[in-house]
């Protein structure tokens, strides 16, 4: 039987041939600089696990129906799901809540760090600043407060950090391999009900 911890693999291995957006890194490079910038800054388990696959929803998921793409946003006008949701309705029936909500809100974090933070904006590379543009722009005052209220919060900004350094081009890390025992752990078997 194909467990969903296969079809992640298989999906981050094909990653490794997709450019990351506009950025110079490909897919699965920035998936494991992620993980592994949190694992070195002492993130437990799930919110590494949560870096490794904050981007899960830009490759496991079919691109047409995802309306931040850089690709598929001309062509499927009709796609209301941005890949952060996407990605976090594809893992949520395999992780605690709090993974699923760190993927869902990677892209409000990057929103919020516009609006809230001088000279955030001006860091992001321009595929992260039309991405932006899709994603809704900045915040108004009212979704920065509410934004602040979310549980997890202070983790969806940390995963976003890591997410802005986890673009550098030839920067070492284990492989893929190295993260199969995780994604076994919590994907390997059916489903489970929270
Ligand atoms: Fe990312």
Known sequence: MTTMADRLIEAMTRSAAHQYGQERVDELAHALQCAELAEAAGADEELVLACLLHDVGRY????????????????????????????????????????AFLVRFHTEAKRFLCTTEPGYHATLSPGSKHTLTLQGGLMTRAEVAQAQERPWWPEAIALRRWDDAAKVVGRPTRSLEAWKPLLMKYFGGPPVLR
């Open 60 to 99: 496991a998921v079919d691109q047409d129906t995802v309306s931040d793409s850089l690709a598929a946003a001309a062509v499927s006008p009709d796609a209301r799901r941005g890949h952060h949701e996407a990605g976090a309705d594809l893992i949520a029936p395999h992780v605690p809540a709090r993974v």
